[in-house]
């Protein structure tokens, strides 16, 4: 199973970006997929998270700013990142968990996103 993200750069506050994941194996086969980010100095942290029957949560950090969707044809997901702020700059990285009892997350590489001026 491989997980890679695209997508991440530098972008001036008030900017958008829009992360990509793409998945080697059907997306549907994870139970859960999410985005998480990881700045420095600080806990890794969840974004999002979009369940296989489609049910979406959101961090509130990142609550009607970001936009997690996917493409089951492309075994892609994507985070629509709007209204970027400073505090947003972390690597962000891509999971794929499956099983329930004795779930497996499967990890992307992660990309840099930087918002500054």
């Known amino acids: 199973v491989q997980l890679v993200e695209s997508g991440g750069g530098l972008v001036q506050p008030g900017g958008s970006l829009n992360l990509s994941c793409a998945a080697s194996?059907?997306?549907?086969?994870?139970?859960?997929m999410a985005w998480y980010r990881q700045a420095p100095g600080k806990q890794r942290e969840l974004v999002a998270a979009?369940?296989?029957?489609?049910?979406?949560n959101y961090a509130d950090s990142v609550k009607g700013r970001f936009i997690f969707s996917r493409d089951s044809a492309r075994n892609t997901v994507y985070l629509q990142m709007n209204s970027l702020k400073p505090e947003d700059s972390a690597v962000y990285l891509c999971c794929g968990r499956r099983g329930t009892l004795t779930p497996v997350n499967y990890w992307g590489q992660g990309t840099q996103v930087t918002v500054s001026s």
């Open positions: 194996v059907s997306i549907f086969s994870f139970a859960v």
């Open positions: 979009i369940a296989s029957g489609g049910n979406t």
